[in-house]
């Protein structure tokens, strides 16, 4: 269920999304500057996220705890294969590092 705030910090952000795009394709900029300015974005957001991953992991097999399996370059699934796998690592491990 969606809290009020969340569902309007939701519609601020599109509302402003709608502005901005607005502003984009009013200003001088072209239409593949904007789209890549929007391309850049995602991935340096992308970027960053993945370094937490892979510093969060490093983390834990520091403390000897499992980790999922996971593409460090790109954390997108490539096969079935890697989705199962993936799956069968969260339905079959205990990952809290106990013994028991």
Same mark, same amino acid.
């Given at each position: 269920?969606?809290?009020?705030? *969340?569902? @309007? ?7 402003? %999304?709608?502005?901005?795009?607005? @502003?984009?394709?009013?200003? *001088? !900029? ?20 993945? !370094? ?5 992991? *490093? %983390?834990?097999?520091? %403390?000897?705890?499992?980790? #999922?399996?996971?593409? #460090?370059?790109? #954390?997108?699934?490539?096969?079935? !294969? ?8 969260? *339905?079959?491990? @205990?990952?809290?590092?106990? @013994?028991?």
């Amino acid at each position: 269920m969606i809290k009020p705030d *969340e569902k @309007d910090y939701k519609s601020y952000s599109l509302r402003n %999304l709608a502005e901005w795009i607005e @502003d984009a394709l009013q200003s *001088e !900029a072209t239409v593949d500057e904007i789209h890549l300015t929007i391309v850049n974005t995602i991935k340096q957001r992308n970027r960053y996220y993945q !370094a937490c991953l892979n510093t969060g992991e *490093e %983390l834990l097999r520091k %403390l000897h705890v499992v980790t #999922p399996p996971h593409r #460090p370059t790109h #954390p997108k699934f490539d096969t079935i !294969a890697e989705v199962k796998e993936y799956q069968k690592f969260w *339905e079959e491990k @205990d990952i809290s590092g106990s @013994d028991s």
